[in-house]
Structure formats: C-alpha cells, structure tokens
C-alpha cells in the first residue's frame, strides 16, 4: 500500500512537471483575451500586418468580409478611372451588408488590434459597419494602418466617433511593406501596457 501511494506520488509529480508550460485551452467563461479584426481591399497590406500582428500577440484572427467587395471601385475612383452607373450604385449603397458581421465568441474578448484601410480620407466603410454591429462595452482597440501619422489620426478620431465611443487606443500608422520587426514591435507593446 505504502509503494502504491509513492508511485502516485511520483507520477502526479511528473505529469505536473510535464505540463507546466503547456498551453491550455481556455476553459468556458475564460477570457481569450487578444483578437487581431481586420479588413483588406486588394493589395492594401493590411492583411499582412494583420497576421504578423497575431503572430506575435500570439492570438487568432478575424477578416472582416463584405457581401460584396468594393475596394476595386475606390481604386478606380482613387486613379480617376471613370465608373459606371453601376459601380456608382454599388459604392454608395446603403445596402452594404457583411458577411459575418459579429466574429465568433466575440464577448469573451477584451483586446481588439484593428486593422484598417483609409478610404477617401476615412475608415473603410465594412470597418465602420463591423464597429456599428458589435457590442463594443469593456473592449480596448488599438487600430492600425497604413499610411501618414495625420491619416493615423483622422482614423482615430472616426472610430472612436470624436472620443464618443471609449476603449480606441490612437491609431499606429505604418508604411506599407513595413518590416514584421516592426510590427512586431508595436504588438510587444502592447502586450507591456496590457
């Protein structure tokens, strides 16, 4: 009996040293803590700082997808290429819709790294509705871009509706093709304030 208690002894002992730095899936009611939301339109970049972004943070990742894409209309209208009748009512329909508009187990949360594109001076219009759909309460963002410091800003204050809605973080600006050291970086950073 006594040889039998050791060896449980011994062998709980070693299965506790064995998993001690394993990671665990969170149990229900956890936090998850970090998601990493963007959307991309073409060739913007952002799908790339978003993924080195949850790479070093160390998280998943959630695309926002619009039911139908509009970035090629906003390149043809950027480069003053003529649009159709068409296109035009695709650009400023009031029936944009996402694809999935609230990402999988969204409440459980609490740090959103947002990626998004300047259109026209502005937020991305499928970033823009993503926020308008979400429940937002006990959430921090830390938006990012590509593009100058006054656009990161402007991003900025859009988001957070002229600091109306509370949590957004100011926006990081970065050029594009930027090195994932860098995002790398700023991601690390935010782990330090976090």
Same mark, same amino acid.
């Given at each position: ?10 062998? *709980? #002992?070693?299965?506790?040293?064995? /998993? +001690?730095? =394993?990671?665990l ?5 956890? %936090?998850?803590?970090t ?6 339109s ?6 790339? *700082? #978003?993924?080195?972004?949850?790479? /070093? +943070?160390? =998280?998943?990742m ?5 039911? %139908? ?86 991003l ?17 600006s ?21």
């Amino acid at each position: 009996m006594h040889r039998l208690r050791l060896f449980s002894t011994v062998l *709980l #002992a070693l299965i506790l040293l064995a /998993t +001690a730095g =394993c990671s665990l899936a969170p149990e229900p009611g956890d %936090k998850l803590t970090t998601l990493v939301v963007y959307y991309s339109s073409d060739d913007d970049g952002i799908s790339e *700082l #978003a993924r080195e972004a949850a790479r /070093t +943070a160390k =998280c998943q990742m959630f695309e926002i997808q619009p039911e %139908k894409e509009y970035g090629g209309l906003l390149n043809k209208l950027n480069s003053s290429e003529e649009l159709s009748m068409e296109e035009l009512e695709d650009l400023y329909s009031t029936d944009f819709k996402l694809k999935q508009p609230v990402p999988d187990n969204w409440s459980e949360y609490d740090r959103i790294i947002l990626g998004c594109p300047i259109w026209l001076n502005g937020a991305a219009t499928p970033v823009k509705l993503f926020l308008d759909e979400n429940n937002l309460d006990d959430k921090t963002f830390y938006p990012f871009t590509i593009g100058t410091l006054d656009e990161a800003e402007t991003l900025t204050t859009q988001l957070s509706l002229d600091n109306w809605r509370t949590g957004f973080a100011k926006a990081e600006s970065f050029e594009k093709g930027a090195s994932p050291e860098t995002v790398a970086q700023w991601v690390d950073t935010l782990n330090s304030e976090h």
